[in-house]
């Protein structure tokens, strides 16, 4: 019996799959996925990402997973060396619209290799990214970081409030918990109360009322649930409204002070070990010591001023161009540490969450190093 996550990488994938060939047999890509989606909702994202299922069927048997940062051809071969058919990526290896697959790129290459070997390609982008115990949690817990909360929340939330029959309560509840209505990154907030009778045919009996949050995209869907399980959500005096505040369990970045002050150029220099970085770029010290941390995994320039509003000391970041660097105006000490050092723990991550979930499933971090920068 495996009995910890060290034993499931050092056991050869032959000796899980003998253990374990009546799960084999039945669990799907799709159970794998529908976990993830619970964790990191697919709604998080951004608009110009394109997080999902991006190769392969959802309803194949799954024989293993192979977790990285980048599913580039090196991946593709692992997995096909370690018998893996799922590979469970950071980055979309598709962002933009493919129109041929002659193999004139990398891109086009590592599609057409999943394909040919019925490997499937997930991508867990800035869904992941956008959660509390995602990307930038990570990340501050390499820095010992403490208080933590989301830099930059989320805004666009709505609330359902509706006057259920008890007798549907239950079906409706399920049927938003599977898609994910109600989440509030790792928590979930309904509420009940028992109101009496309504006074209408459609809503005559016993009834409670149902509150939830959700992100303003997922009205469209929401309303489908609706109509599925109530046939005319109006008898049930189904209403949408906005929420003023943000979701603070769900947003870009994250904030959290040092356990005591530190002198900032001690800091700076930390960061390299503690974070794995070939080097830290950063702008003038501008204070003998810090204290708050901001933080931002891969591309984070667009949440300096925030960083700054919230009086971080520091922002931690990477993908800074030459003259981004002056928006730091001496208000502020920007560091960056590079994009695949800023979110390589993200491997670890998933790779804990699908051991601890599928305790007899066999997954595997990559053993490839596909930063694609050098450093002399």
């Known amino acids: 019996m495996i009995t910890s996550i060290k034993e499931k990488v050092d056991i050869n994938y032959s000796n899980i799959k003998k253990k374990s060939s009546i799960f084999y047999s039945k669990m799907k890509i799709k159970e794998i996925i529908g976990f993830l989606e619970q964790f990191a909702p697919p709604s998080y994202q951004e608009s110009y990402d394109n997080s999902g299922l991006i190769v392969g069927d959802r309803n194949t048997k799954v024989t293993g997973a192979l977790i990285c940062l980048d599913s580039i051809e090196c991946v593709i071969d692992e997995a096909i060396k370690k018998k893996c058919n799922l590979v469970i990526a950071h980055h979309p290896i598709v ?19 999943a394909i040919k070997n019925d490997i499937a390609i997930y991508a867990i982008h800035t869904n992941l990214d956008n959660v509390r115990k995602g990307v930038n949690a990570r990340i501050c817990e390499r820095l010992g970081l403490q208080n933590l909360s989301i830099l930059s929340p989320k805004r666009n939330l709505k609330k359902l409030s509706a006057f259920i029959p008890v007798e549907l309560a239950d079906v409706l509840k399920k049927e938003l918990f599977e898609k994910n209505f109600g989440a509030d990154g790792d928590r979930f907030r309904f509420s009940y109360a028992t109101v009496g009778a309504g006074t209408n045919s459609g809503q005559a009996g016993p009834s409670i009322k149902l509150e939830t949050i959700f992100p303003e995209d997922k009205k469209g869907q929401l309303m489908g649930i609706l109509n599925k399980v109530l046939g005319d959500p109006a008898i049930y005096a189904a209403e949408i409204s906005d929420i003023a505040t943000s979701n603070l369990a769900v947003g870009s970045g994250m904030i959290g002070t040092l356990p005591k002050e530190i002198d900032t150029t001690k800091f700076l220099k930390s960061l390299k070990k503690s974070l794995g970085a070939n080097c830290v770029k950063h702008t003038d010290i501008i204070s003998k010591t810090v204290k708050k941390i901001a933080v931002c995994g891969g591309s984070g320039g667009f949440l300096l001023h925030t960083a700054i509003a919230k009086g971080a000391d520091v922002f931690i970041t990477a993908d800074y161009k030459y003259h981004e660097f002056f928006d730091a105006d001496g208000k502020i ?4 540490i590079g994009h695949y050092e800023s979110e390589q723990f993200t491997i670890d991550l998933l790779f804990e969450i699908i051991s601890e979930k599928f305790t007899n499933f066999a997954v595997f971090k990559t053993a490839a190093i596909t930063n694609p920068v050098n450093y002399l």
């Open 333 to 336: 000490v920007i560091a960056d």
């Open 95 to 113: 962002f933009k619209g493919l129109k041929r697959f002659n193999g004139k790129n990398y891109v086009e290459r590592t599609v057409m290799k």
